[in-house]
């Protein structure tokens, strides 16, 4: 496990940080909150004064249908902004809701426009914010064009470059501690066909599954499978390992 | 909540379902086992014209207390 701190390991990749940048992103992050599993951080409407970083565990973006269900439309892992857009926007358009328990903080919105007074910093959470969106159009890509087995093959190599690049992953495992019905609520397919899936790419030799521990055994084989490929992450570092650069298009940066 | 195993076929290969999903009602365990079909068959198209896909629904008992199939056939006809 990193023991930086997983928002500068994430921001690093969206600017050149210097040690006073640094230091001043460390200083909003101290007053830590753990939560619950399964808890609201906020929800659709309310004009939340603070916006919230996730330090560890796993949350989500979600919208309520009207019959009852849900559809997730964005996973937060560590290091990950759940809302730096109300700073700007106002009220919530949507809820973000904890799946795993987490360690949050909560910086007042008045601290958010202090830190964009600093160039490097805008810039990584301007960065930050344009993955976001990066994100959320593949997402909309696999949701429309990919059958299910692919898109969620393609999620499982998202969650591992993502996790990766902020120390939460190594030699292709991760933990996911989500339900099959929340990976479904993600997906927008059923938790049954979830399931199967899962268990297709397991037989398959792809990945294997302990618990929540998930690993990738056959990167390469996951990516082709899926047709990921990891520039719409925008990480500056990209992956070392060799088993990834063949998926690696040369222009990434 | 009642805890249902939806084992599926596809024609070519039978999953398991070894976790099961928890489901208020029947009605609703049969809403599950038909909406799986579709979505089995637009993950990957069959190569053939003759094919039966499947839900078997088994309850904590281990007995099948719902089957549902689809049956595609498809013929040129010129």
Known sequence: MATENPLILKLEHGARLTDEDRRLLRSVAVETRLVDARQDLIREGEVPDAVHLVLDGFACRYKMLDDGGRSIVAFLLPGDFCDLHVAILGHMDHSIGTLAPCIVVEIPRVKIEELTTHPRIARALWWATLVDEAILREWLVSMGRRPAHKQLAHLLCELLFRLRAVGRASDGMFELPVTQEELGDALGVSTVHVNRVLQQLREDGLISLQGRLVTILDLPALTRFSTFNPNYLHLRNGPRDHAVKEVQEPRLV | ?78
């Open chain 2, 1 to 78: 909540m009642p805890r249902y195993f939806f084992d599926i076929d596809d024609g070519h290969r039978t999953t398991r379902d070894y976790e099961g999903h928890e489901f208020p009602d029947r009605s609703a365990v049969r809403d599950e086992a038909l909406r799986a079909l579709p979505t089995i068959i637009a993950d990957e198209l069959p190569d053939s014209d003759r094919r039966i896909f499947s839900v078997k629904v088994r309850d904590e008992r281990d007995v099948t207390v719902y089957f549902v199939t689809l049956t595609l056939v498809a013929e040129w006809l010129e």
